[in-house]
């Protein structure tokens, strides 16, 4: 089985930015999302991907993903995926032994910037960088599935 173990921040200030590594542009959209599982195509660059994770809230979930043909993931997006898709581009800092992955969203979702950190087990150390703000781990509302369906910039009182 594969687990995903992570922590998601807001951001307290744009000086991740200097630290940045490379990033990727990605497009996104789900197939079917609900409180059992969300199954979604990603491009991100120039590769495809199937992804299917539990819809359990927290920092552990089940996440399963899988490579697919380019054409095939565009092909979903275009015909197969909920609209509107989500857009952004994910830019990599690494610190300490940790790759961060920082989501810049665009379209609906303008405006939020959250970052990422994948554990190896749920009591793993991790530096916090003084670029951190609130945890949203637990806070639905920043999952990328819920993102789609309820974009940042409708939240009556988005913060960030």
């Given amino acids: 089985m594969g687990i995903e173990i992570e922590h998601k921040f807001l ?3 744009e000086s991740w930015r200097q630290q940045v590594e490379r990033s990727v542009r990605m497009r996104q959209g789900y197939l079917t999302s609900d409180a ?3 199954v979604r195509v990603r491009v991100a660059g120039s590769q495809g991907f199937l992804n ?18 380019l054409t095939e993931a565009e092909e ?6 909920e609209k ?12 300490d032994q940790h790759l961060w992955e920082i989501d810049e ?6 405006g939020l910037i959250v970052a990422e950190v994948e554990l190896n087990h749920p009591d793993e ?20 599935s819920q993102l ?10 988005p913060s960030g």
């Fill in 11 to 13: 951001l307290r200030d």
């Fill in 36 to 38: 059992r599982c969300s």
């Fill in 52 to 69: 299917l994770k539990s819809g359990t809230l927290g920092i552990q979930r089940s996440e399963y993903e899988y490579p697919i043909p």
């Fill in 76 to 81: 979903i997006l275009n015909t197969l995926c």
């Fill in 84 to 95: 509107p898709l989500l857009e952004k581009t994910r830019h990599f800092v690494r610190l």
């Fill in 105 to 110: 969203f665009a379209g609906d979702n303008a």
């Fill in 125 to 144: 150390a991790f530096t916090r960088p003084d670029w951190l703000g609130e945890e949203v781990s637990h806070d639905i509302r920043y999952y990328n």
């Fill in 148 to 157: 789609a369906r309820h974009p940042y910039q409708s939240w009556s009182c």
